[in-house]
C-alpha cells in the first residue's frame, strides 16, 4: 500500500522512442527509481519487433505501459502523453538524405503539449554547449555534407523547444550529449557504441564532421 502510494506521488512519465539505446535505458532507469512510465514504439506493420527487453524489465509489468507511436503522426503521441506529469522526448527520425523539411522535422517537439498539459519536458539533442552557442545551421546547409539535416533538424528542434517552453511557461531541459557509448539493453548494436569502439580497434575510420560547433 505505501509502495503504491509513492508511485501516484512521483506520478507517470512518458518516454518517446523507448526501443532506442537512450530511450531503453532511460525506461529503465525510470522503472527502478519507483515510475511509471508510458513509452512508444513504432510497431511493425507484422508485429515481428522484439519488444522483450521493455516488457522484462524489473517493474515492468506493474508499471510499464507501451503505444504505438510514430513521428509521422504526431498525433499517434497522444494517448502517450495523456496524464502523464513529465516527458522525455527521445526520439528522432534519422533522415541524413533530407526527404523532409527541416522545419516540420523540428516542429514535432510540440504536438504533444497541444493535447495535453504536463509539468516538464527534457528533450535529446545534438552537441551544444547552452543556447547562445547553437550550431550555425546557414553554415551547415551551404556545407551539404551528408548529415547535415540532421544536425541541423536537431539544433532547431531545441530551439523550437526552447522558444515554446518560454511562451507557455513549461519547465524545459535540453540534454545534449555529443556522444553517447557504454553498456546497452536494446538486441540492436547502437551505432554510436560500434563507432566508437570500430576507432579504439583501428577497423573503422570517421571523416571530420563539419558543421557541429563546441565552445570551450
Known sequence: MEEEREQKQKGRICVTGGTGYLGSW??????????SVNTTVRMDPEGKRDISYLINLPGASERLQIFDADLDRPDSFAPAIGGCVGVFHVAHPLDFEEKEAEEVKASRVYFHRRHHPFKRQAVGSDSTVDEDSCTDVDFVRRLESFRGAYVVTKTLTE??????AEKHGLDLVVVAPSWIHGPFICPRFPDSVYICMALILGTFSFSKLQGVFLKS
Open 159 to 164: 530551439r523550437t523547444a526552447m522558444e515554446f
Open 26 to 35: 532511460t525506461v529503465k532507469r525510470l522503472l527502478e527509481d519507483g515510475y
